[in-house]
């Protein structure tokens, strides 16, 4: 059955560096998305993206967020300067065309700030 | 915000003991959905419930959708060891995002 997979599962990085989580989504899906779930928290949700644009974004995606398909495959969040804060479990979500209500989820990236 | 509030947000019972846990909120939803969450893994849809008083079974598991759409409970019945992990309701908005209740987390002793 095909699946939402990221890379890395764990990333561990000094507070103010640049990351890059890699998603690869379900290879008919349109609608790509990414969530956070800081430790014993919520899923709260970051982004979405469709047709090469982010069609949302929450008031959590600043100015140090950026997401990009690079080629037909690939869906990745860039965190420019990160802070402590930024901790937390990072999922990419995927759907699929006139399947909108079924998000699949990859097994996320567990990033975590020093 | 439409808030999803889940209880109890934490569940410890002895296998074969039935349980229901429930999400609520004063608005009223056009759906809901019920995940499931192992560690170290993401979110998995178990099912979608659309009408009001709709009842959705899946193996031992029942999900009702309250009458005026704003509150859902899952009942598990005989529950197992395999059924240990973290709820999560969640309702889709116009945007297509989900917005997550906080969860409860529910531990099956064998």
């Known amino acids: 059955e095909p699946e939402v997979t990221q890379t890395p599962s764990h990333q561990v990085t000094q507070m103010g560096q640049e990351v890059i989580l890699r998603c690869v989504p379900i290879s008919n899906h349109l609608y790509f998305y990414w969530y956070r779930q800081i430790l014993g928290q919520k899923v709260e949700f970051l982004v979405s993206?469709?047709?090469?644009?982010?069609?949302?974004k929450s008031e959590i995606f600043d100015d140090q967020f950026s997401v990009e398909r690079p080629d037909g495959s690939n869906f990745t969040l860039k965190i420019r300067s990160t802070k402590l804060e930024d901790s937390a479990m990072y999922f990419c979500?995927?759907?699929?065309?006139?399947?909108?209500?079924?998000?699949?989820f990859g097994p996320g990236t567990r990033l975590l700030v020093l | 915000t439409q808030l999803l509030e889940q209880s109890p947000q934490f569940l410890s019972i002895q296998e074969g003991e039935n349980l229901t846990v429930y999400c609520n909120s004063s608005?009223?939803?056009?759906?809901l959905q019920w995940y499931r969450q192992e560690p170290g893994e993401g979110p998995v849809l178990l099912v979608t419930v659309v009408t009001g008083g709709e009842v959705k079974k899946l193996k031992r598991l029942t999900f009702q959708f309250g009458d005026a759409r704003k509150d859902s409970s899952l009942h598990i019945t005989a529950a197992q060891p395999g059924d240990t992990g973290l709820y999560l309701c969640a309702r889709m908005d116009s945007s297509y995002k989900l917005i997550f209740g906080s969860g409860t987390r529910l531990l099956v002793r064998p």
């Open positions: 979500a995927s759907s699929a065309p006139l399947a909108w209500e079924t998000q699949y």
């Open positions: 608005s009223v939803f056009s759906s």
């Open positions: 993206f469709y047709n090469n644009e982010i069609s949302e």
